[in-house]
C-alpha cells in the first residue's frame, strides 16, 4: 500500500481525470486500485491510498508520459508519497 497525497486546482476536474487517464497509466505500473479522500482541513488536498507496491510506485513517479497527466489533472507540485511511521496489531 502507499499513502500519497497532492494539491489540485480542482477537485472534480482532478478526479476526471484520475479516474481515466491517470487509471490507465498507473494500472500499466501494476496499480491494483486506489481510493481517494478529500483532506477535511485543506480542500484543494487530497489524499489516494493506492494498492500498489513501491516499484511500481517507483515507475509510475518516473514514467515521462505522467507529467502531463498530472498536468492536465491540475496537481500544484508533486505527488508525496507518505513515510509509514509503524504498524500495529489493532
Not at 32 to 50: C, I, M, Y
Not at 57 to 81: C, M, N, R, T, Y
Amino acid at each position: 500500500m502507499i499513502l500519497a497525497t497532492t494539491k489540485v486546482e480542482d477537485v472534480s476536474h482532478f478526479l476526471d481525470v484520475f479516474s481515466t487517464k491517470g487509471a490507465d497509466k498507473r494500472a500499466e505500473h501494476g496499480s491494483k486500485g486506489s481510493t481517494v479522500f478529500r483532506d477535511p482541513n485543506e480542500a484543494d488536498r487530497v489524499w489516494v491510498l493506492f494498492d500498489w507496491d513501491e516499484a511500481g510506485w517507483a515507475a509510475f513517479v518516473s514514467d515521462p508520459d505522467v507529467p502531463p497527466i498530472l498536468k492536465e489533472a491540475g496537481h500544484v507540485g508533486k505527488p508525496q508519497a507518505a513515510q509509514p511511521a509503524g504498524t500495529y496489531r489493532a
